[in-house]
C-alpha cells in the first residue's frame, strides 16, 4: 500500500532513496542538502534500511566511495549543494567517463564567493557539461518519483543522473506527497546489476590512459579511442532522451503518475505567449498565468523537467506556434546571457517558425522573487508583442537588483 505523508522535501529524498534499495550511502554534511543525509543516517541506524552509510571528510571523497561502490556492483547514492557540488568537480567527469550508474540529489543553492547558504540554479549549471543527466524537481512527489526513475534510468543508460530540487522552498519546506508501495517500487526498480562489476575471476581493464586513436585488444577487437569515447557517451546521452520517457510511461502505468518527463505544461496549447522556466520557479508562475488570463492575455508556462541531455528538438517543436517565449532562469552564463537562455535559443535557431525571447534572471542567491514582480514583468513584455513593439535587445533583464 501507498502511504500518504507529510513531510520535508529532503525527508522525501531520503525515503525515496530507502525504497530504491541504495546500499551505499557516502556523503558530507552542507546546508541546505544535510538533513537529507542526516534522515539516510537515522534510517540505517535504526535497521530500517540495509545499507552502509560512509562518513566521509570531503564531499570529493563522498562520491569518490560511490565510484568504488558502483563500480563493485553496487547501488551507491550521495547528495550534495553548492561548493560541495564544485569540490566533487573532479569525480564528476570521472563518474559519467566511466559509465557509471550513479545517482545525486543536489539541493540547489548559490556558489561562493560571496557565500551565500540560499538558493539558486548556479551550482547545477556550474556542473552542466560534466556529462551527467541533470533533472529538477518542482514539488515533493517529483523528488520522490524523480529519484526512484533516476535509479532506473542511470542503470539502463549507464551514465549518472543529477536530481535537482530547490534548496529551502522545496528542501526545508513541508508538503503532502505520496510514498509508493515498496513492492510496486521493487518490481518496477529491478536489482542493480552493473555489467562491468570488478570480479577477479573476469579482469577487466578499466579507465587506462587512453591513446587518440583507436586499437585493437588482446583479443584483436578494436576498441574505442579518447574521442570515440567521448562521442558514444554524447550520443548515448541524447538517446536517453527516449528511455527516460519509456521509464515514465512505465511508472505511469504502475503509479498512475507522470506523463510529463521532459516537458510539463500549464495552459499552453492556445498560448501565444509562454514562460519557460524549472523548479519551483514553474509553479510559482501557475498564479501569475492564471491572474494573466483573466485579463485576456493567452499566456502559459513550460516547465523544463530535464535540461541535460538538453531536449532541442522536443522544445522547439512545442514552442513553434508562440509569438513570444520568455525565459525565467535562476542561472546565469557568466558574459554571454542565462544558462537555460542561451540552449533555447540554439535550439530554435534551425526552426523557420522562431518566437521572439526574452530573458529574465531571478532570484540568484535566494533573492526574494515576487510574484507581483512575475506579473508585471510578463505582462509589460506580452502587451510589448501583442503591440509589434517589443524591445529587441538580447540582454537579460535582471529582476529585483537593489543597486
Same mark, same amino acid.
Do not use: C, W
Given at each position: 500500500m501507498s502511504e500518504k505523508l507529510i513531510d520535508s522535501? =529532503? =525527508? *522525501?529524498? #531520503? %525515503? *525515496?532513496?530507502q525504497?530504491? #534499495? *541504495?546500499?551505499?550511502?557516502? #556523503?558530507?554534511p552542507i546546508t541546505p542538502q544535510t538533513p537529507l543525509t542526516e534522515k539516510l543516517s537515522e534510517l540505517i541506524a535504526a535497521g530500517k534500511m540495509d545499507a552502509e552509510y560512509v562518513a566521509v571528510e570531503s564531499e570529493h571523497s563522498a562520491l569518490g566511495v560511490c565510484i568504488g561502490a558502483a563500480s563493485a556492483g553496487v547501488r551507491a547514492f550521495t547528495a550534495t549543494s553548492s561548493n560541495g557540488l564544485l569540490y566533487m568537480s573532479e569525480q564528476l567527469h570521472w563518474a559519467a567517463g566511466s559509465r557509471l550508474p550513479l545517482v545525486m540529489c543536489v539541493v540547489n543553492r548559490g556558489i561562493g564567493a560571496p557565500w551565500s547558504v540560499w538558493n539558486d540554479h548556479q551550482d547545477a549549471m556550474s556542473q552542466r557539461d560534466a556529462g551527467w543527466i541533470q533533472i529538477f524537481a518542482k514539488d515533493h512527489q517529483e523528488i520522490v518519483d524523480m529519484t526512484l526513475k533516476a535509479f532506473r534510468l542511470a542503470e539502463l543508460v549507464h551514465?549518472?543522473? %543529477?536530481? =535537482?530540487?530547490?534548496?529551502?522552498?522545496?528542501? +526545508? $519546506?513541508? %508538503? &503532502?506527497?505520496?510514498?509508493?508501495? *515498496?513492492? $510496486?517500487? !521493487?518490481?518496477?526498480? &529491478? $536489482?542493480?546489476?552493473?555489467? +562491468? $562489476?570488478l570480479d577477479p575471476e573476469k579482469p577487466e581493464s578499466l579507465n587506462t590512459v587512453t591513446l587518440p586513436d583507436a586499437r585493437n585488444d588482446i583479443n584483436g577487437v578494436?576498441? &574505442?579511442g579518447y574521442m570515440?569515447? !567521448?562521442h558514444n557517451l554524447h550520443q548515448e546521452m541524447r538517446l536517453a532522451l527516449q528511455v527516460w520517457e519509456e521509464i515514465d510511461a512505465d511508472f505511469?502505468? !504502475?503509479f498512475g503518475r507522470g506523463g510529463t518527463p521532459i516537458l510539463d505544461p500549464y495552459r499552453c496549447d492556445d498560448a501565444d505567449f509562454v514562460v519557460v522556466a524549472m523548479g519551483t520557479l514553474a509553479n510559482q508562475f501557475h498564479d501569475v498565468v492564471d491572474r494573466l488570463r483573466d485579463e485576456g492575455l493567452k499566456v502559459g508556462v513550460l516547465a523544463l523537467q530535464i535540461y541535460r541531455p538538453f531536449p532541442t528538438a522536443i522544445i522547439a517543436e512545442a514552442l513553434q506556434s508562440v509569438k513570444a517565449v520568455l525565459v525565467y532562469e535562476k542561472g546565469l552564463s557568466y558574459g554571454n546571457q542565462g544558462a537555460l537562455y542561451a540552449d533555447l535559443k540554439s535550439a530554435l535557431y534551425p526552426y523557420p517558425n522562431r518566437p521572439q525571447l526574452h530573458n529574465f534572471i531571478v532570484g540568484l542567491g535566494g533573492r526574494d522573487i515576487g510574484t507581483e514582480d512575475l506579473y508585471q514583468t510578463l505582462k509589460t513584455a506580452c502587451l510589448q508583442e501583442a503591440l509589434g513593439t517589443p524591445e529587441q535587445n538580447d540582454t537579460p533583464q535582471w529582476i529585483g537588483l537593489q543597486l
Open positions: 522535501g =529532503n =525527508n *522525501a529524498a #531520503a %525515503m *525515496a532513496v525504497l530504491a #534499495a *541504495a546500499e551505499v550511502i557516502a #556523503a558530507y551514465i549518472p543522473v %543529477m536530481v =535537482n530540487y530547490d534548496g529551502y522552498y522545496l528542501s +526545508h $519546506t513541508y %508538503m &503532502p506527497f505520496e510514498l509508493p508501495d *515498496a513492492q $510496486t517500487v !521493487r518490481e518496477f526498480l &529491478p $536489482t542493480y546489476d552493473y555489467a +562491468h $562489476t578494436k576498441q &574505442p570515440d569515447i !567521448r505511469q502505468q !504502475r
